[in-house]
């Protein structure tokens, strides 16, 4: 049974950081690409990062470009996300998803098959 739990969101500071965490079950990060989205309030999901099922390979929004990284522990079946310099426009729902291989681009919501249940990053003074 394939499983998601995204954890690690908060409450934080502007310029402040936080790291989250997706935990998978049910197949092997090693065959699947993996994403984070997030969805802010009113509008639809935003992927903000990418990593390769090689794990060498990563893509970022411009958003996301030079401010977070994601990274992944294949021996503890986990997907990273660190949040650095946070803004208060990065307050959202952050999700992990799995990739759906040769199903589009990973930008696209629709290419990806299972996700977690969300983690709420809040960014205010």
């Known amino acids: 049974q394939v499983q998601l739990v995204e954890s690690g969101g908060g409450t934080v500071l502007p310029g402040g950081s936080l790291r989250l965490s997706c935990r998978i079950s049910?197949?092997?990060?090693?065959?699947?690409?993996m994403t984070w989205f997030r969805q802010r309030p009113g509008e639809g999901r935003e992927a903000m990062a990418f990593?390769?099922?090689?794990?060498?390979?990563?893509f970022y929004s411009a958003a996301a470009q030079g401010r977070w990284t994601i990274s992944r522990d294949t021996a503890k079946n986990m997907v990273f996300l660190q949040l650095n310099s946070l803004k208060s426009d990065d307050t959202a729902v952050y999700f992990c998803?799995?990739?759906?291989?040769?199903?589009?681009?990973?930008?696209?919501?629709?290419?990806?098959?299972?996700w977690g249940q969300g983690s709420q990053v809040t960014v205010s003074s």
């Open positions: 998803a799995r990739r759906t291989p040769g199903a589009g681009p990973y930008s696209e919501p629709m290419a990806h098959d299972y």
């Open positions: 990593i390769g099922k090689d794990g060498r390979d990563t």
């Open positions: 049910g197949f092997t990060l090693t065959d699947y690409g």
